[in-house]
């Protein structure tokens, strides 16, 4: 669950040496003379590269930010941070190819970019903070942590640097009370909290997170501690405080109750008091500094009670804590991600989800006076801010993400990551199409038309459903509906209720009836769709991974008219979930406690439906995700295989809830598309 041009080459205008340097690809050196295919396919889609973590430099005239690719040879992710001149003229590689190196952040003089990095091929390697210079040589790593660093960040005045780092495992001790030297034995976990597992980490012991300060010569300083994790650091102006995150209200796994925290940034202290700054019950997080050190703004939940379907808010609050906070979003009812002060403090920034899109949004930081930085149909899903303009990484249907700077009110994309790649390939024009829902609401989805789609034929239509329970298709890049319509299918994306977008209420509509509005949202657009001569009746697909996999299950309890289906990571039988996959406290807040009120987990489980399932259906997730666990896909599987049901189960090896290893992304689109080909369209 809760769980985007025509071809220019890159201009490598020089290459930093350094340790983590820049080695030439094969594709980089050599051009492919084969005949490039018309239509999207899933090599494309595998060799995608996505940027990552915008970052302007303090000059304004350069912007770095990391790429993320796949090597299907080795098997692997890797991610390479590289910079481009804010006038997009001059791209330059600063990592190595297979040198795993992310969040680069430059030094307040600009002189240097630092980064959270590995060397060599260690996969047990601890991630230190590394130094580039700009003017070329190696990398130096400037951090020596045993247990590693998690984040850093700069101070202001450049005189220091703020370490996130986790609590080291404990010594073993002998009877004289010497460390022991650690021995590859397995142990037992030992557990007692009340959160014991997360998904990509296991079992969640008392290690926790913490916050140091760090000069680059002696040790680091520990200023935040307790039985708490402390996140999302931020420098004050000045370099004297740092506000951060972090759940200190009783026990903090039983509650949703994040706080914005101030701390002391002198290492020379000897104690380091707590200035708390919000007190809402709710959640508060992601802080950002005004200007003038005076205002923090943050992202506010006002009412917890509604989960993730409650709207979240931007706030400002005095950085003292006094007072009461400024909501300045009350009368904009979406979502509101990554909050940041603008250079003069006139605005507080941040990204949206607007009815499909993903917007670049401004407010005034007094009266709340609301304009769009950055819109259209697009999906923003990173920015940087700077005097001379912003930096954004941003995608629309038929554009991957790539790197963008506006300034003056003139937007460029300063890079083309995928052109290459893309170049010469028809992809499936993008409709939106509205129908009346569930109550009569009206419900949009994003419909895919293949690239020589024929007006008035009807096609084999898949319904492409997303994760959550909240969330949204958008205006990005969609690989699943861009692979659909390459192969001949008409693919749905729709955006039901519980959907974040389209207001609070049409999210809350999903609290404690998963099934219920967005069943008949789908339901309603393929009678639409159908009715229209756009989809073929007989040839009707559903699936979805995570929320998408879980109404998927939901769906085929209810209908019949879908050929075939795909259930990825997804629940089913939703009891027997709790305590096994991470959601505890958000199953108890939305549907109580399993034995005092089953009646309200067995009323949407669609487990007690699976009697009536008629589809073929895969099913299919990570053996070891945590956060929508295996096991209840294997009960789906053994329910339809009992009942004599075409139905297969595929289980990926060492994967979480996300599928990383290249080989198993092929795998899953390969196996998607062949069970629909089968069911769907009735191929052998």
Request: proline content about 6%; hydrophobic content about 30%; overall charge negative.
């Amino acid at each position: 669950m809760k769980n985007k041009v025509s071809f220019k080459r890159l201009l490598l205008a020089g290459t930093i040496a350094s340790g983590f340097g820049f080695t030439p690809s094969v594709a980089e050196e050599t051009k492919a003379e084969t005949t490039k295919p018309t239509t999207l396919q899933i090599d494309h889609l595998i060799n995608l590269k996505t940027p990552r973590d915008v970052q302007i430099s303090p000059e304004g005239d350069w912007v770095a930010y990391v790429v993320r690719r796949n090597d299907e040879e080795k098997d692997k992710g890797f991610s390479q941070i590289w910079m481009t001149s804010a006038d997009g003229t001059q791209t330059i590689p600063l990592t190595a190819t297979y040198a795993n190196a992310s969040s680069p952040r430059w030094s307040p003089d600009g002189k240097n970019i630092a980064f959270v990095g590995t060397r060599g091929d260690d996969e047990d390697a601890k991630s230190q903070v590394w130094l580039l210079n700009r003017l070329g040589g190696e990398a130096q790593q400037y951090t020596s942590v045993e247990q590693g660093v998690d984040g850093f960040s700069w101070s202001p005045d450049g005189k220091q640097m703020l370490l996130s780092i986790t609590d080291p495992e404990p010594k073993e001790k002998d009877k004289d009370g010497k460390d022991v030297e650690k021995k590859d034995k397995p142990k037992p976990w030992v557990i007692d909290r009340l959160q014991f597992k997360q998904d990509y980490v296991g079992y969640l012991d008392r290690k926790r997170t913490h916050l140091y300060l760090y000069d680059g010569k002696n040790a680091p300083v520990q200023i935040t501690s307790g039985d708490y994790d402390d996140e999302s650091p931020r420098w004050s102006p000045d370099s004297s405080k740092i506000a951060f995150v972090s759940k200190r209200d009783g026990d903090p796994d039983s509650n949703n109750n994040s706080d914005i925290w101030v701390v002391s940034a002198d290492a020379t202290a000897k104690e380091h008091p707590l200035t708390q700054v919000t007190v809402n019950k709710g959640s508060d997080y992601s802080p950002s500094w005004s200007p003038d050190g005076k205002s923090i703004a943050y992202v506010t939940v006002t009412e917890p009670a509604k989960l993730w379907y409650a709207t979240q808010h931007l706030a400002v609050k005095s950085s003292t804590g006094e007072g009461t906070p400024n909501i300045l979003t009350t009368n904009y009812d979406r979502m509101v991600y990554s909050p940041e002060y603008g250079p003069k403090g006139k605005y507080v920034y941040f990204v949206s989800d607007d009815a499909g899109n993903s917007p670049l949004m401004k407010v005034n930081a007094k009266n709340g006076k609301l304009a769009t930085a950055i819109g259209g149909e697009i999906a923003v899903s990173d920015y940087s801010l700077h005097k001379q303009g912003v930096a954004t990484i941003q995608s629309g249907h038929n554009a991957p993400f790539d790197v963008h700077f506006t300034k003056k009110g003139k937007r460029k994309q300063i890079t083309v990551l995928n052109d290459e790649l893309l170049d010469g390939v028809k992809l499936g024009k993008v409709e939106r199409l509205s129908v009346a829902g569930w109550n009569n609401e009206p419900v949009e989805s994003f419909v895919y038309y293949p690239p020589n789609h024929e007006a008035g034929k009807a096609y084999p239509t898949i319904f492409v459903l997303h994760g959550g329970p909240v969330g949204q298709h958008d205006t990005s890049f969609d690989a699943w509906g861009q692979i659909y319509a390459s192969k001949g299918y008409i693919a749905v994306l729709p955006n039901p209720h519980g959907s974040t977008g389209y207001g609070e209420a049409f999210t809350y509509s999903l609290f404690q009836k998963w099934g219920v509005p967005d069943f008949a949202d789908v339901d309603a657009i393929a009678d639409h769709l159908v009715a229209s001569g756009i989809s073929d009746s007989d040839k009707l697909g559903v699936g979805g991974w995570s929320y998408g996999g879980i109404l998927t299950n939901y769906v085929i309890t209810k209908s019949e008219r879908f050929k075939g289906a795909v259930s990825g990571a997804s629940e089913v039988n939703y009891r027997a979930n709790y305590g096994h996959d991470h959601y505890q406290h958000f199953w108890e807040v939305e549907l109580g406690l399993p034995w005092e009120n089953p009646a309200a987990w067995e009323a949407i489980s669609p487990f007690n439906d699976v009697g009536k399932v008629t589809t073929p259906t895969l099913v299919i997730g990570g053996h070891e995700d945590w956060n929508v666990p295996i096991q209840n896909s294997e009960q789906l599987y053994q329910a339809l295989k009992r009942r004599g049901l075409d139905t297969q189960l595929v289980v990926y090896p060492g994967e979480h809830h996300g599928i990383r290893r290249p080989t198993f992304q092929r795998d899953r689109y390969e196996r998607f598309l062949g069970w629909f080909d089968k069911y769907v369209k009735g191929k052998e």
